[in-house]
């Protein structure tokens, strides 16, 4: 069996997973997730949602995550072997920084929100880069927070944005170049909504390091994973454009066929 044989099988079971139907504990789920954050103060809430607009500004227009060259001429297993790497450098320091702001208590936590923005960033850019991509094109900006929202949406949500990722390189080109177009109040709200429950914890007292130590273990191993599913169905898409209809789809980067 070849590297991507045995990977098709995790992407179409990764695909599967993400097309089910809510289940019930889901839907209860997001019913107490709706209940916790309406005793969630304020302050916390406006902490989050202006960590994530700045965010969104930085990844769209800004050069604070643009620092990684596209990698070239190595192979689908090479670049994933080095994703995989990066992906648990960049869960133990986001574990370690969860716990040290875990343990400053409130303040220091709401601090957390986006630092923790920051080091999910940094590692969805140089993951675009190992596979091959450009993240200096606007477009591959939009791809990496498209990502983000998968993976830290709610069951619903999460299904819209798997269909606008599905066929991406054929249709990235028509999104808007405008970022006043974007529904990034819906993206910043599903986010909120997410991680509110694990964060929660991570400011009472006595607890507070060990529960933002593995909250940002965890969030951050999810985010990797999604980014490498994402990434996995661009590359089988490309390649089956290729060999059907001899074609490459619009936005194709050339090396992705090493």
């Not at 875990?102 to 929100?113: E, I």
């Not at 999104?175 to 964060?199: C, G, M, S, V």
């Not at 130590?213 to 898409?237: C, E, H, P, Q, W």
Request: proline letters at 3%; zero cysteines; a positive charge.
């Amino acid at each position: 069996m070849t590297y991507e044989q045995k990977i098709t099988s995790e992407l179409e079971f990764w695909k599967f997973k993400t097309l089910q139907k809510p289940s019930l504990f889901n839907k209860v789920t997001d019913k107490v997730q709706k209940k916790i954050n309406s005793y969630i103060p304020d302050k916390v809430h406006n902490a989050i949602t202006t960590a994530i607009k700045q965010m969104v500004k930085a990844v769209l227009f800004g050069s604070t995550f643009t620092t990684s060259k596209p990698l070239t001429d190595l192979t689908l297993f090479h670049r994933e072997a080095l994703i995989k790497q990066k992906i648990d450098n960049y869960k133990k320091t986001g574990a370690a920084e969860g716990g040290i702001t875990g343990a400053g208590g409130f303040l220091m936590s709401l601090a957390d929100f986006p630092l923790l923005l920051s080091i999910k960033m940094k590692m969805l850019f140089d993951i675009a880069a190992t596979y091959g991509y450009d993240v200096k094109d606007y477009r591959e900006r939009l791809f990496i927070l498209h990502i983000f929202q998968l993976a830290f949406s709610s069951k619903e949500e999460s299904k819209n944005v798997f269909m606008k990722m599905q066929d991406w390189d054929n249709s990235a080109h028509k999104l808007p170049t405008n970022i006043d177009e974007l529904d990034w109040l819906t993206f910043q709200q599903q986010y909120r909504d997410y991680i509110d429950l694990a964060k929660l914890a991570q400011m009472l007292p006595f607890v507070g390091a060990a529960v933002g130590a593995v909250a940002n273990y965890k969030l951050i191993d999810r985010l990797g994973k999604t980014a490498m599913m994402s990434y996995r169905m661009r590359y089988f898409n490309i390649q089956t454009a290729i060999l059907e209809q001899g074609s490459i789809p619009h936005s194709r980067i050339t090396n992705q066929t090493n």
